[in-house]
């Protein structure tokens, strides 16, 4: 379950990763369909051909050059004249081809569910054994965090952690945002300097009190039990 935040960690630590060789333990399959992609926060589109899909991650050609760390939303295929739904996705490798397009891995920012693989061809996931769905459960949380926006403008704010799981926590903000903005979330560890930084999207933001909003994030990776069990907390 957790190979893909050692895929993910050595992606933000600057260690090399080799996007064909994540074995994040998901089927690949081939694709050659032509979808949109466009950079968080922008409206400009990409015409991008699917090479390759799983359930947590895609691979497509694209004449555009997306950087490592780019947080992309792509369409998945749909009825036409119909609204399109579309996936967060943060690029972890690009190669530039001899045809001068460059080839695009993406790490999805959760797996796909089984109605979505299904536009693709694929097969129903297997039942998720019991010891798994620890991934799903909040724990309840109170102290305060930094996080900083994406792209980097290289200031600190900071906000009040509500709760905690694997994959999102519930963060109370001083200033309102909207949804599907990309935010780091900078976790300290017990009697550790090292921090643990975490990719996140907000997925809903409401007013709570004046002057303070209550927000969900999706992490772009599952924290370990390790990870969730060391985070400290002023």
Request: glycine residues 8%.
């Amino acid at each position: 379950m957790f190979k893909r935040t050692r895929a993910f960690l050595r992606h933000l630590t600057g260690h090399r990763s080799d996007y064909e060789e994540e074995k994040r333990g998901y089927g690949r399959l081939p694709a050659n369909l032509e979808t949109i992609a466009r950079k968080v926060n922008s409206e400009e589109e990409f015409v991008v051909r699917l090479q390759n899909i799983s359930r947590s991650g895609v691979g497509f050609v694209s004449a555009a050059h997306f950087s490592p760390g780019a947080m992309l939303r792509i369409e998945l295929p749909g009825a036409p004249n119909l609204p399109h739904p579309t996936l967060l996705a943060c690029v972890i490798h690009s190669k530039l081809l001899e045809d001068g397009n460059h080839y695009i891995g993406c790490m999805f920012s959760m797996d796909l569910t089984d109605d979505e693989m299904k536009i693709f061809g694929g097969e129903k996931r297997a039942s998720t054994a019991s010891s798994d769905q620890r991934a799903w459960v909040r724990y309840p949380a109170q102290g305060e965090i930094e996080y900083s926006l994406v792209p980097d403008d290289g200031q600190r704010r900071q906000a009040a952690l509500v709760d905690i799981s694997p994959t999102g926590a519930g963060l109370i903000f001083p200033n309102e945002m909207q949804a599907g903005s990309v935010i780091t979330i900078y976790f300290q560890k017990d009697n550790d300097p090292k921090e643990i930084a975490c990719l996140a999207c907000i997925v809903y933001m409401v007013h709570h009190a004046p002057q303070s909003w209550a927000g969900g994030c999706n992490f772009m990776r599952e924290l370990s039990d390790f990870e969730i069990s060391h985070i400290s907390v002023s």
